[in-house]
């Protein structure tokens, strides 16, 4: 893929910012990110759009997931040429951002076929592995990524006492012992707030562990399955399934509530740092401020980043 223009915001080089509100199955995928060899969620989608555009054309995403992780509410942007925007309908009477919607649905599956069917996986007439769910310009300032306020995850747990569902293995973890939700929740307490998570990650070279986890709670559903959510402004590599991972071991009773505590203060990660499994993991939602806010909340974030951690790419979980 050839002539990449640069990317800018409204009123930069003459390109308008488009925001993706993306779903996507992880299962197929080695990840969000681009990956020689892999197939992964931005790359299909960045294939898709070079068919459309008939150039590259990069995508700024709110945060990456890791491979097996599923999202239902990811946003992304990326900036299109006036020509290439209003063109997108190639002579309809559509809207825009519906002309980009609809044109990305075919597209993508049939990209995602093309480099899977090479693997021996083809999924030629299945249910689309992602979906855009709306393409809109976005608001003047609006940077997927630095714009964000929080991203929030849900991971969901059937224990020994809930009885197992086929139809949900791909998206449920099945525990073989029984959790107590109490215990769960003790841990999760010890690790809310503004934290260096260092233990509970995996960092990047010159990065900073640092993050405000703003929401870490179990509960038991009426089903009896165990539903997980955790929102925090940003994570780092793996953060939320250690997290996961490491609660777990505090609900079952193998180790005591204070072992969170202590493993946050030891600023370690090591053999202990036990990750969840990835298939139940699920990016639910990204929040933005309001539109006045956006340009702003990109540049303190922005800022704060290239002073913490000069050299990091997007976190993901």
């Known amino acids: 893929m050839n002539d990449q223009l640069p990317a800018g915001p409204e009123g930069s080089g003459g390109l308008l910012r488009v925001r993706l509100d993306i779903a996507y199955d992880g299962a197929p995928f080695a990840g969000w990110a681009l990956q020689?060899?892999?197939?992964?969620?931005?790359?299909?989608?960045?294939?898709?759009?070079?068919?459309?555009?008939?150039?590259?054309?990069?995508?700024?995403?709110?945060?990456?997931?890791?491979?097996?992780?599923?999202?239902?509410?990811?946003v992304a942007h990326v900036d299109l040429t006036p020509g290439e925007w209003h063109g997108i309908g190639r002579g309809k009477d559509v809207a825009p951002g519906e002309a980009l919607t609809r044109r990305l649905g075919g597209t993508v599956n049939r990209v995602l076929s093309d480099q899977l069917t090479g693997r021996g996986r083809s999924i030629k007439n299945s249910i689309p592995a992602v979906v855009v769910k709306k393409a809109d310009q976005a608001p003047e300032g609006f940077d997927a990524r630095f714009s964000a306020l929080w991203r929030r995850y849900s991971y969901t747990i059937a224990d020994a006492r809930v009885e197992r569902d086929p139809l949900a293995r791909r998206t449920v973890l099945w525990y073989p012992g029984d959790l107590d939700v109490?215990?769960?929740?003790?841990?999760?307490?010890?690790?809310?707030?503004?934290?260096?998570?260092?233990?509970?990650?995996?960092?990047?070279?010159?990065?900073?562990?640092?993050?405000?986890?703003?929401?870490?709670?179990?509960?038991?559903?009426?089903?009896?399955?165990?539903?997980?959510?955790?929102?925090?402004?940003?994570?780092?590599?793996?953060?939320?399934?250690?997290?996961?991972g490491s609660t777990l071991r505090v609900g079952s009773g193998e180790l005591p509530v204070t072992w969170i505590a202590e493993r946050l203060a030891a600023r370690v990660k090591d053999a202990r740092s036990v990750l969840a499994p990835p298939h139940p993991l699920v990016l639910e939602e990204v929040a933005y401020p309001g539109v006045e806010e956006l340009g702003l909340r990109a540049e303190l974030t922005r800022a704060r980043r290239a002073a913490e951690e000069p050299r990091e790419a997007a976190g993901g979980a």
């Not at 020689?36 to 995508?59: D, I, K, M």
């Not at 955790?230 to 793996?238: E, G, I, K, L, S």
């Open 36 to 74: 020689p060899g892999h197939v992964t969620v931005q790359g299909v989608l960045e294939e898709a759009l070079f068919t459309l555009l008939r150039r590259t054309a990069r995508l700024t995403v709110a945060g990456r997931t890791d491979a097996g992780v599923h999202a239902r509410g990811q």
């Open 182 to 244: 109490e215990l769960l929740n003790a841990g999760a307490a010890q690790l809310t707030g503004l934290q260096d998570f260092r233990a509970f990650c995996k960092p990047r070279e010159g990065a900073t562990t640092v993050r405000e986890l703003q929401r870490f709670a179990y509960r038991r559903r009426p089903d009896g399955m165990i539903e997980v959510t955790v929102q925090a402004d940003a994570f780092c590599h793996n953060m939320v399934r250690a997290l996961v």
